[in-house]
């Protein structure tokens, strides 16, 4: 018995109809691959950085700097590998609109720290010898056409300079490429002795120090040991892993996980419904035909395979192009463009993908062909 031209010969029996279901599967995991893209998204990436790095910041809250000089002491604590500062700027660039991270720091401890962001020689050394300089990663350098050597404008109604007011000159010197496709390129960067030298308020002040401990499993009992330095210290800190720092950022802005995930579930529902009212639709109008493959031989288990395989079938080419066209659109970075960080299309939401539609071939098909399997043979062939 020949099972596959018999389950393509069902599957292509009413072209329309496959054609319809099809393209709502299509569109279902095209929105489920989009909407994972943007959930991991707007949690900044929490969960790509790594266990082995921590952020010391004021305990109340990101917006309060606290004394470039704790970094010293951190840096003397057991456990400690290296550290680190960074500063926000909050500037726009020419329109209020045009919004991407900025950060003062100091070039070779920042590069030591983040191996992921991948700068050629000659630029690392432009930007040590540069006092002006800074760097940017290729998603803004492509969104907003920066060139190296352009002159870079940035407004910012928090930092007034001494010498243009509110109203920075930064040179770029260098465009920086992620290791990989995880590595945030939106960030521009530039020299903190710079920054501090020319600003009006906050000298000798950063927003938070970056720790690399020296091993992962250590890095509970070193933000406990930093915290408790500086726990009686007019500012003192609280220290936490990248992931719980991003996480927290990403909860004031709500919980995008779960509005994700109740779209998704109204989706798959209703595409279940659709899918199996196909399988439904299929197996009745061949009750008859059932009736004469039974009759010839064809075992009950067969008949149920044939139906499921349908089901199934149908699912995975709606789900496989719908997978496809969200890992095109997402690394297209169409409509997000600069945006948001991290815009990627995770490993883990394929995968996960991948089990919806065997999930959703097995259980719209489940029912009808039950029904087929327990088709009594003289009473179908009696039927018109």
């Not at 660039?93 to 992921?116: C, G, H, I, S, T």
């Not at 815009?343 to 719209?364: D, E, K, R």
């Amino acid at each position: 018995m020949k099972f596959l031209p018999l389950l393509l010969s069902s599957f292509t029996r009413h072209k329309v109809r496959t054609v319809l279901t099809v393209l709502s599967i299509v569109v279902a995991f095209l929105l489920f691959g989009y909407l994972s893209a943007i959930r991991l998204a707007f949690a900044f990436g929490a969960e790509i950085p790594g266990a082995d790095r921590l952020i010391v910041r004021h305990h109340v809250t990101l917006m309060r700097i606290i004394p470039l000089a704790y970094e010293r002491s951190i840096e003397q604590i057991e456990g400690v590998a290296a550290a680190t500062h960074s500063s926000f700027f909050v500037g726009v660039y020419k329109e209020p609109r045009n919004l991407f991270p900025q950060f003062a720091v100091d070039p070779a401890e920042f590069l030591d720290m983040n191996p992921d962001f991948i700068l050629p020689e000659d630029q690392k050394q432009a930007w040590m010898a540069t006092r002006t300089g800074a760097i940017v990663g290729r998603g803004t350098a492509e969104r907003f056409g920066f060139r190296i050597g352009d002159k870079i404008q940035l407004f910012t109604p928090v930092w007034e300079g001494r010498s243009g007011g509110n109203n920075w000159e930064f040179d770029l010197v260098g465009i920086y490429d992620g290791a990989n496709k995880e590595t945030d390129v939106s960030n521009f960067f530039f020299r903190y002795d710079y920054f501090d030298e020319n600003r009006l308020s906050g000298k000798g002040r950063v927003s938070v120090f970056m720790v690399r401990v020296d091993r992962p499993e250590n890095a509970a009992a070193v933000a406990s040991r930093i915290d408790r330095m500086f726990e009686n210290s007019p500012e003192p800190t609280k220290t936490e892993s990248e992931a719980a720092l991003l996480r927290g950022i990403a909860a004031q802005l709500g919980n995008i996980g779960a509005i994700v995930t109740a779209i998704l579930t109204v989706v798959f529902f209703t595409m279940l419904l659709i899918t199996a009212n196909t399988m439904a639709e299929s197996v009745r109008e061949r009750l008859r035909e059932l009736g004469v493959m039974k009759a010839i031989g064809f075992s009950d288990r067969l008949v149920l395979s044939l139906v499921l395989a349908e089901s199934c079938l149908i699912a995975a080419v709606g789900g496989a192009i719908g997978i496809a066209l969200a890992w095109i659109a997402v690394s297209a970075h169409h409509l997000l463009r600069g945006f948001l960080p991290s815009f990627i299309l995770p490993a883990q939401a394929i995968a996960t993908g991948a089990a919806l539609i065997v999930a959703l071939g097995i259980a719209s098909g489940a029912l009808p062909a039950i029904q087929a399997m327990r088709l009594d043979i003289a009473e179908t062939l009696r039927t018109d």
